[in-house]
């Protein structure tokens, strides 16, 4: 049970200059905190609520910013991949590939992403039970892949909402693959604005906190300077400025939580 | 209000012989209860549970099928497609494009189906509430495409079940576009053997009865001469030899439902 | 099976005047469309949102009411129960007892009514399963009493919303009780207006609609002359002059219904 | 923000000697882990799933025992109630009164018991979101009562499923009154084994950590010398011997979240 791992940075890439500046805070921060950090950005939003939102600087752009934040801050990266053609481009430089959470059944995908060799970081679908999950990893297995993320992100409860079963956390470890909580993705309510997906970023600590207390082996946070007028996923990200706090507490409930596994055999 | 329309076949396409078979049979059954029908088959089974699980005879032999059934029958014929490549080709011959419901807000998908100008027929996403399904239909629209339907299969209701929210066809029908109760996808138990989607075909025809008796535009039931045997989607389909006496009583309601409409304006 | 059945009234009884008024035109309604109908009200609403909800005018006027709505118009009448001691009291007026959504697992109560005699009319609980119901049924059968009705309200759906899931009829169907659609308190949003439950009644058509092409033994429809300005679930009832239209639509699908009964055995 | 407080005790009152037995090594467990104990019995399972399930002593056996358990143990006992004319009763010896969930929005119960002047616990309805219960609260208030606690134990998820929302806690706790986390009801499979209610008991430390973790005021543990023969919740109590490492951890997590307060205004 090794300590906890922060997957953090801003939804999408907005430019090199505003992921660099990203990149460069969560660094310093997690330096602070003694927390391993990836840092996490999308190139494109390829499901976005409405066709107005805007999806992102493309992978062309972004691959060479993303070699940048590996180079000159030596942080790991990761990033989504949306059809199997992207998925060796990615990895040309991405050390996660992700797999989005709509998506995370579609087995052509699967396959493509796992054969590059990239940790694949599979986000639980929206409609899927967490024991589901073991027939999700097993095709990105079948590749012979040996480094799989199974990511919790909420499960559809009514309409525009999602809520989070913690005990699907515990059940998807059992796979044997570590287990990430998306704490900002999981405090969505998809499609609870009209034209976009509202959220309410509050709760993402809520989540976060009680995820580490059962002992995930990290967290994703999506976080941006001004949330508030992000191009997407405002509603949910956390301000910069509250990261510290947030992480904080999280390795105090992180020590603890390892000390004292969860146990559902 | 047009009367009922038919969407029926096999979930996947078997064979060359299978499929002849069934669609002649299913032309049969339609001219004799004077409905229109449409033939569906999927060429791919892109998401399938598990990796075991088969996937259908592939884009390049299904189209001569296709072209096949259509000269032969004059039936006009939908399967679905999963990457914007298979678009331009399925359209070629498919008269109907069919969106699977994961894929439902993939922008690029939708964008790419809308340009071949076929039909789009794109099923609501499990995890989406009627009045979502707006935001979907304008990303079509967008394309100058006009020919539009939108297909209710249900909703995630907890884990491994699908509820059908009677609601939600009004809902959709606010769109302007035709909506369609896929009646055997939504007694679906997403997940629920396993290794493989269960369900309970027994309830296809309460939901088809209910969808047909508030006014929907069609009614999609995949069928098969040996359910039990099928490929995919077995415990769903309805076998060939009862689909005469639901056409019969499907008939029979719609005629009343199209003389008094609901209105929820 | 037998014709459609109508229990319709107004949510609470608020006066004698307004009840006679809607007896009577109830009754005059359900005479020209042919349909057999019992007369609902509520004399206590007990779990109203908030305390500052109007509750109706309590069992001792009621009675007399309940008795002169009898005598004069020879209606059968249903009301609620939600103490042992008041089953009793009802019985020697209401036809039928109806328990309460909420307390349909309370032990006590369902003996209590089911020992008066009385037919007992079951609303399943907003966090139960169709087949739980069997359960429900059983504790009344226990004393005897062989005149059960189970009604479909709606099932928990997320937060603040219901939704009725159209294959719990059937399977409810299976106890061989007669099993109502309550199609005005399934379109509730609990709670949803802060200090009130909100709700929507153009869907109570639809789904009304959706439940006799099933083929259920009745529908409970709340209707008022004047729902905008009622006590209780005012945004729910169906107004008195839109019954007639209703009820025509519901008749002619009942007849299909019937003629074509559901099997899932 | 006070130290965590344990209520625990098994599910139902099985005799005197089976409640003494269990109080007093809960208040050694609890002495020795330096955290605050009530215990907690049902006198009477008044909402079981079948007629068949046993119901408890009653309430005439119980409250001697309870005066007992008070006297010779020193400890506050809580149990429930589920008529007005039983809270004056119950009152005269049990410091908490609890109001169960199903019962959570009857008016007269609620006043009843707040009334009593006793401690009110009242369980937040499997149908409810969290912040519906303000007004369920206010019932209260309104009787002058100023001692009101608020547990959460599981929200509908589809069928025979509860799920908990952790975001529900800090909603609640927005009402000023602390809130209760109860982990084993929580993880109820409600009906779930056809006569009587599932659950896996290996969950209700999951939820408890992650309640805790955000900072709660309380647990709610139902625990059993030997849970597999209980005539109640067997399948979610926690064994009696697992007791005081769950216990363990939750105190080591609730000094961490106390010291770092959730805040979600």
Tied chains: 1, 2, 3, 4.
């Excluded at 990761?78 to 992207?86: A, G, I, K, M």
């Excluded at 027939?135 to 559809?156: C, D, P, Q």
């Excluded at 994703?220 to 001004?226: G, K, L, Q, T």
């Excluded at 997407?232 to 947030?246: F, R, T």
Aim: aromatic content about 4%.
């Amino acid at each position: 049970d090794l300590p906890l791992v922060l997957i953090a940075g801003p939804c999408q890439m907005e430019s090199r200059d505003h992921a660099m500046e990203c990149a460069e805070a969560l660094k310093i921060m997690a330096a602070e905190a003694g927390i391993a950090l990836i840092y996490k950005s999308s190139f494109d939003k390829a499901n976005r609520t409405s066709l107005a939102g805007q999806r992102g600087v493309g992978l062309d752009k972004a691959l060479p910013i993303f070699a940048e934040i590996k180079a000159k801050l030596g942080l790991p990266v990761l990033t989504d991949v949306h059809t199997e053609e992207q998925c060796v481009i990615a990895a040309k430089v991405a050390d996660v590939l992700q797999i989005p959470a709509f998506l995370c059944r579609q087995t052509d995908l699967l396959v493509a992403a796992g054969r590059t060799g990239a940790v694949i970081n599979v986000k639980k679908g929206q409609f899927l039970a967490p024991w589901d999950m073991a027939n999700v990893a097993a095709k990105i297995e079948s590749t012979g892949n040996s480094r799989v993320l199974l990511t919790e992100r909420g499960a559809s409860f009514g309409y525009n909402t999602l809520v989070t079963d913690m005990r699907g956390l515990p059940i998807m470890a059992r796979t044997g693959w570590p287990v990430i909580m998306d704490a900002t993705h999981a405090v969505q309510a998809p499609g609870g604005q009209g034209n976009s997906s509202g959220g309410d970023r509050r709760f993402a600590p809520v989540l976060a906190r009680a995820a580490v207390a059962i002992g995930v082996a990290g967290v994703f946070v999506e976080c941006h300077p001004d949330p508030d007028h992000a191009p997407s996923d405002g509603p949910n990200m956390i301000a910069m400025k509250d990261m510290p706090a947030l992480v904080e507490v999280l390795m105090k409930l992180d020590a603890t939580a390892k000390s004292f596994p969860v146990s559902i055999d």
